[in-house]
């Protein structure tokens, strides 16, 4: 949520009060292009997972493995899940929970520790960062705003 509000209205909004300050040319359907398209940008880029998604990879199974957060016989489960990539975490932890189990043991794994108690590092684990939608939308909206400044006319108002 936070990422939508700071990309969306703070990135967007940016540009259009710079440009109204500083820019006699800029002018209200420039501005109402601006707002439009940086809102529906930070929409699109962080609903499609591109500023973070989660994906299973075997060099980061085995980094867990050798951290002991996992065992062998569950690092072994993760290959069904391999290049999957998941949006939202909700949707990443709850396929780890049904493909592990609740209460997965094993030599290295701590008596009484379950799944869940380890979710949190096996799901930090596989997080993919992208480019922030912070800075993109900033740069969309800074470009779209330059672009309709130019390319769209300003409305004219007619003094009687």
Known sequence: LVSYVWAGIGCTFSVVILFTLFWERFHGRAALVTIVTG???????I??????????????????????????????????MEGRKYISASAFESDLLE??????????????????????????????????????????ALGVAIASTFLLKKREHKVI
């Not at 809102?39 to 880029?45: A, G, P, Q």
């Not at 997965?104 to 009484?112: A, R």
């Open 39 to 45: 809102l529906l940008f930070t929409v699109f880029w």
């Open 47 to 80: 609903s499609g997972g591109f500023e973070q998604h989660y994906r299973v990879t075997s060099a980061k199974t085995l980094f867990l493995v050798e951290q002991g957060v996992l065992e062998q016989h569950e690092a072994s489960l993760y290959d069904e």
């Open 99 to 140: 493909l592990l189990g609740e209460e997965s043991t094993g030599p290295g794994v701590q008596p009484g520790e379950s799944v869940r108690e380890r979710l949190p590092a096996m799901v930090s684990s596989y997080t993919e960062k992208g480019i922030p939608a912070r800075l993109l939308t900033f740069f969309v």
